[in-house]
T-cell receptor, first 123, second 110 residues
């Protein structure tokens, strides 16, 4: 498997423009995550999907950000309109995700596989 | 909200010295994962700890999960230049949503 694929790898755009980031998760993975990484805020979870359905989007900064997953092999993160403070590296990650029930504890043993990231610069 | 802090933020060591990074959560975790990110790269999964007090080893790396499941540590024995990177812990709360720690950037001087 080629791993998680993201495109483009680099994007430079001007403030106010629409930006679309793309992700192809590992085949067979049920979960897809979008993260943003900056020096100031570290690695932040923006949204994640399970079986193409958004489960938690509480990390999405504001209405300018939207994410979709039309099918199991493709997801997009869109920023419209973009602003300079959106400049960051955006990572997509996927995981198989299954749960083990161990005595009284419910445990997850998922591993997240990250893509190479998209470095976004908004001028 | 839930926070996961790591200390130190940066660490420079001479090759051959040991290195430890500590991860502390404001809330009890169900499990914790550790990732390594090389400069310019993406986070790569290292290990997951689930049980209270669990200790796991991978060659020169030793991972611990605290008894209260609120803290964890990663210890590297006899660092090598290949250990350079940022080490992140990621705390789980029983869902598939993980909160990543602030990271510790390790630099190894040859």
């Amino acid at each position: 498997d080629a791993g998680v694929i993201q495109s483009p790898r680099h994007e430079v755009t001007e403030m106010g423009q629409e930006v679309t980031l793309r992700c192809k998760p590992i085949s067979g993975h049920d979960y897809l995550f979008w993260y943003r990484q900056t020096m100031m805020r570290g690695l932040e979870l923006l949204i994640y999907f399970n079986n193409n359905v958004p489960i938690d989007d509480s990390g999405m900064p504001e209405d300018r950000f939207s994410a979709k997953m039309p099918n199991a092999s493709f997801s997009t993160l869109k920023i419209q309109p973009s602003e300079p403070r959106d400049s960051a590296v955006y990572f997509c990650a996927s995981s198989f995700g299954y749960e083990l029930f161990s005595s009284k504890e419910r445990s997850s043993t998922d591993t997240q596989y990250f893509g190479p990231g998209t470095r976004l610069t908004v001028l | 909200g839930q926070q996961v802090m790591q200390i130190p933020q940066y660490q420079h060591v001479q090759e051959g010295e040991d290195f430890t990074t500590y991860c502390n959560s404001s809330t009890t975790l169900s499990n914790i994962q550790w990732y390594k990110q090389r400069p310019g790269g993406h986070p790569v999964f290292l290990i997951q700890l689930v049980k209270s007090g669990e200790v796991k080893k991978q060659k020169r790396l030793t991972f611990q999960f605290g008894e209260a499941k609120k803290n964890s540590s990663l210890h590297i024995t006899a660092t090598q230049t290949t250990d350079v990177g940022t080490y992140f812990c990621a705390g789980g709360r029983g869902t598939y949503k993980y909160i990543f720690g602030t990271g510790t950037r390790l630099k190894v001087l040859a």
